[in-house]
T-cell receptor
């Protein structure tokens, strides 16, 4: 079974802190994604990556950056956390072959106080 | 930009009845995949059904079927014989052959009532 692991399930951070959310997948997928999920807004794409060191902005990249130094790992960085970044963050990886199957992590609940 | 719109924030249905969830999308691409995902209270995302745009036949998975209207850019999900376990958030999503970004709609919260 494909596994997408988000290392932090629940975090509480202070305004202005630098926050790292880590995501690892074990199936050699090229495509990985970071979404944030908020009530009434669904899943909004923050950043995605289609290869090592390659990244593309999604719909809401402001206040975030990403890192993809290794194929299996895709990190989301909040350079200076703000209260409006309190949300659930979902990482996903995509297998293109056989119909584009996306696999999600369990989510990281981030509260910024 | 490619967008996905779900115009029904909440819906409810009686157990054993049929319900249809709506989804429209916008893309200039001709080849793409469409999906419906279910997110129960556990928050784990579960693939319900998938449709390839080049296939004219509507996809079906047991009690779940879609009505895919390519010209109208519409992709609705029909749930027949609704069960209590169908209670969840449902997200419509799509990805094109040429791009690597997968987009989701805002979701529809479905409640199945006993």
């Amino acid at each position: 079974d494909v596994k997408v692991t988000q290392s932090s399930r629940y975090l509480v951070k202070r305004t202005g802190e630098k926050v790292f959310l880590e995501c690892v997948q074990d199936m050699d997928h090229e495509n990985m994604f970071w979404y944030r999920q908020d009530p009434g807004l669904g899943l909004r794409l923050i950043y995605f990556s289609y290869d090592v060191k390659m990244k593309e902005k999604g719909d809401i990249p402001e206040g975030y950056s990403v890192s993809r130094e290794k194929k299996e790992r895709f990190s989301l960085i909040l350079e200076s956390a703000s209260t409006n970044q309190t949300s659930m963050y979902l990482c996903a990886s995509l297998r293109r072959e056989g119909g584009n199957t996306i696999y999600f992590g369990e989510g990281s609940w981030l509260t910024v106080v | 930009a490619q967008t996905v719109t779900q115009s029904q924030p909440e819906m409810s249905v009686q157990e054993a009845e049929t319900v249809t969830l709506s989804c429209t999308y916008d893309t200039s691409e001709n080849n793409y995949y469409l999906f419906w995902y279910k997110q129960p209270p556990s928050r784990q995302m579960i693939l319900v059904i998938r449709q390839e745009a080049y296939k004219q036949q509507n996809a079906t998975e047991n009690r779940f079927s879609v009505n895919f209207q390519k010209a109208a850019k519409s992709f609705s999900l029909k749930i027949s014989d609704s069960q209590l376990g169908d209670t969840a958030m449902y997200f419509c999503a799509f990805i094109t052959y040429n791009n690597n970004d997968m987009r989701f709609g805002a979701g529809t919260r479905l409640t199945v009532k006993p």
